[in-house]
RNA sequence: UGGGCUGGCCGGGCGAUCGCGCCGCCGUCUCCUCGGAGCCGGCGUCGAGGAAGGUCCGGGCUCCACAGGGCAAGGUGGUGGGUAACACCCACCCGGGGCAACCCGCGGGAAAGUGCCACAGAGAACAGACCGCCACCGCAGGCUCCGGCCCGCGGCGGUAAGGGUGAAACGGUGGUGCAAGAGACCACCAGCGACCCGGGCGACCGGGCCGGCUCGGCAAACCCCACCUGGAGCAAGGUCAAGAAGUCGAGUGCCUCCGGGCACCCGGCGCGCGCACGUUCGAGGGCGGCCCGCCCGAGUGCGCGGGUAGACCGCUGGAGGCUGUCGGCAACGGCAGCCGUAGAUGGAUGGUCGCCGCCCGCCCCUCGCGAGGGGGUCGGGUACAGAACCCGGCCUACAGGCCAGCCCGUCCG
């Protein structure tokens, strides 16, 4: 679990990280991601996981294993960075294991400085 | 021991590890109106359901409104009780189903009116002659003891007893009667209605007597009758909340020393300006909708395209749960004792792993097969579903399991 600090609250930030953040996808899930000027104030991270994926029981789920797993990626973001994760359908019947890869997969690509000036909006390979 | 009916209950357990939220305590630092507040860290307690679900009823709570009458609208619909209340629950009545335990019923009115009854059938709601039965007339034929009789075809009538259709055919059975028949008439039965007697708080039940001889269903079609019903909802509502040509909030763009600033635009409150109407000859507003009527009333309406809003309180102790006892057939109520039980707001109550349990399949053992029981380093599964102001219900979803009572049958004694 991800302390209150570390959490997306409004929805300005929200919709700011989805238009304009980089963005990496795979099958289970999308990430955005917005980097900007470097500060004191602690990375945010965000979850959208709408009724496409499945009932509340699911949709819960859902949010808390992946906000498990953004706990271990927390350090490794830059200051005040914006990231907003956003689940797929298929996030609903995917093992921990797969999340945790897909999870680290995408953010190894929207945070790797080759990527940055070549393919802003590049794509996981799955 | 086989089958069935009803009611109640549970709905995984233990542990390891990494975390989250509320609250309490402790510590560092910051602010400070010296009472406290905030950030971070540590420890401890507590932390989803029987349906938390659908949001279909009923209430509490909050704000607004609250002379009255009529109309309209919506709801309820056997009787009596329970309850804060209900469309809920209990008991009973009536009708239907079952050998029975028991189950089912949107259960007022169809002789107030309108409307509808498919298909089949001759005819379906002031009924109806297809076959049949019977009388009469005409024609052809046969028999004759010359009185007639039998049979066929056609015409015109009578007839609802029989056949056939249908969910339903205008009471049933027996007799009188008749050309054949018919409640045309009679007896009994069923049903309808009036009256009387008895029982029950009541729905209603039992009995007697009389009447005309008989009357279909649908009100979940309109409708009629009786009774009930103010409006909105925790985004309710309140506080911070000052100000005065301003202030608060939302959005977009630019700049930034990252504290914010500027511009434009929209909304709330307040203010200003313009126009219109008006202050007892009453603008406008309120009384859920409309009308009458009543009340408030000195200001009110327009200049309006859009937008979805900070923090805190409300926020969890309540028609609360459990046990015992008393009253009651029961729902439930009285009394006594004990318990303390989630409060998030991009929304905590979890993630991962191990062991065990439970269910299904397969295999093995016991066994004459089966049933039952036991075992397996085997495989698969472990449901429906996540609080958001709080209660009482209803409805819907649900792997698997437990307990109790009752009914019918079989066997043994």
């Given amino acids: 679990m991800l302390p209150a600090s570390s959490r997306l609250v409004d929805s300005a930030s929200f919709r700011e990280a989805v238009r304009q953040g980089r963005r990496s996808g795979s099958r289970t899930l999308v990430v955005h991601l917005v980097a900007p000027t470097p500060g004191a104030a602690p990375p945010q991270v965000g979850f959208v996981v709408s009724r496409a994926v499945g009932n509340a029981v699911v949709r ?54 080759s990527a940055d000036s070549a393919a802003p909006r590049s794509r996981c390979a799955r």
């Fill in 60 to 113: 819960n789920r859902v949010k808390r294993r992946l906000r498990h797993l953004a706990r271990e990626h927390v350090s490794s973001l830059p200051g005040s960075a914006v990231l907003v994760v956003r689940a797929l359908p298929a996030s609903a019947t995917a093992s921990y294991e797969r999340l945790g890869a897909d999870l680290g997969h995408c953010l190894d690509r929207v945070l790797s400085p």
